[in-house]
């Protein structure tokens, strides 16, 4: 494993994203002028979404090799971490982006919408142009996603409730009894020889550590297996929005702010994290410089 490869490939990955924003950007500004095509837009959705599968691909084969560090990334700062799923965004996010791009309030009176009452679909809202089919398309696609997004989070409570009871408490108590009998060991063996602290191997410690060893490959390899069904999960939804459900405009319109929450979210919170450092500084350095005779 790797761990600076991985961190290689991730800093690819956002400089990617930026990127993209960008082009995205430029594409919703020429859509707004008239000066795109829908051709020229859907181009620019393809390429979006071609990022996303080869991006996917890659890192599945990264997740073989250490399946853990990619559902929790090391490279991330805590609070990315804290709103990840399984290594990611999770897929309906993608729609409730959607919902609040399109107009405040729209996901509330979505069935007003789909039933064809209540005000006019184009009126006041952020996406354009948004019709009463696509909002049945919208609520049909985010209600399978919820479904599956639970079933993959169920597997994923399965596996950590697994790997605590089978193997690894059985392995634990193991341990703690064979480092107990060899307390007991060293005691008796250091009042007969009048040897103090003289070490007594464990016979059973290689088998263990291997036992523990092996347990947890299989739960990173269990991880990496979720990791790759969540990401088809988000390649679904989000090219069944794109390329399926939604206009080329509406869709550029929609990975940009996608692409804008994702790098907002990581600048900011590696902000807050280098501000916290930064004002712990200055409180270890007096601590390291106070004479050791003086009192609070």
């Known amino acids: 494993m790797d761990m600076a490869r991985y961190v290689a490939f991730h800093q690819q990955w956002i400089a990617g994203q930026q990127a993209g924003l960008r082009e995205l950007a430029e594409a919703a500004a020429n859509a707004a002028a008239g000066r795109a095509t829908d ?25 073989r090799e250490n399946g853990a560090a990619f ?21 309906s996010l993608a729609i409730r982006l959607l919902y609040s791009i399109s107009g405040e309030g729209l996901e509330e009176d979505i069935e007003e919408f789909v039933r064809g009452r209540g005000r006019g679909l184009a009126e006041g809202m952020g996406l354009v142009g948004i019709t009463a089919t696509q909002l049945q398309q919208i609520n049909d696609l985010h209600r399978c996603t919820l479904r599956d997004e639970g079933y993959l989070t169920e597997r994923l409570a399965s596996l950590q ?11 634990v108590r193991e341990r703690a009894a064979a480092a107990a009998a060899a307390l007991a060991g060293q005691d008796r063996s250091a009042k ?34 979720l990791l790759e069904e969540a990401d088809e999960l988000r390649m679904s939804t989000a090219r069944a929005l794109a390329t399926e459900i ?51």
């Open 161 to 171: 409730e697994n790997i605590a009871d089978r193997p690894l408490l059985p392995i």
């Open 39 to 63: 051709a020229e837009l859907r181009a620019v959705v393809e390429r979006c979404m071609r990022g996303y599968q080869e991006y996917a691909a890659s890192r599945r084969a990264l997740a």
């Open 192 to 225: 007969r020889d009048d040897i103090p602290g003289r070490p007594v191997a464990a016979e059973s410690s290689g088998g263990l550590a291997a036992e523990v060893d092996a347990a947890m490959e299989s739960y990173s390899a269990g991880l990496a297996r």
């Open 246 to 296: 939604l206009t080329p405009r509406q869709a550029v319109e929609m990975l940009m702010a996608a692409k804008q929450l994702h790098l907002a979210v990581r600048d900011w919170s590696r902000r807050k994290e280098e501000g916290a450092q930064n004002a712990r500084l200055p409180l270890a350095a007096a601590a390291t410089t106070a004479p050791s005779g003086s009192k609070p």
């Open 71 to 91: 559902v929790a990334p090391p490279w991330c700062t805590a609070f990315e971490n804290s709103v990840l799923w399984l290594g990611g965004c999770r897929p």
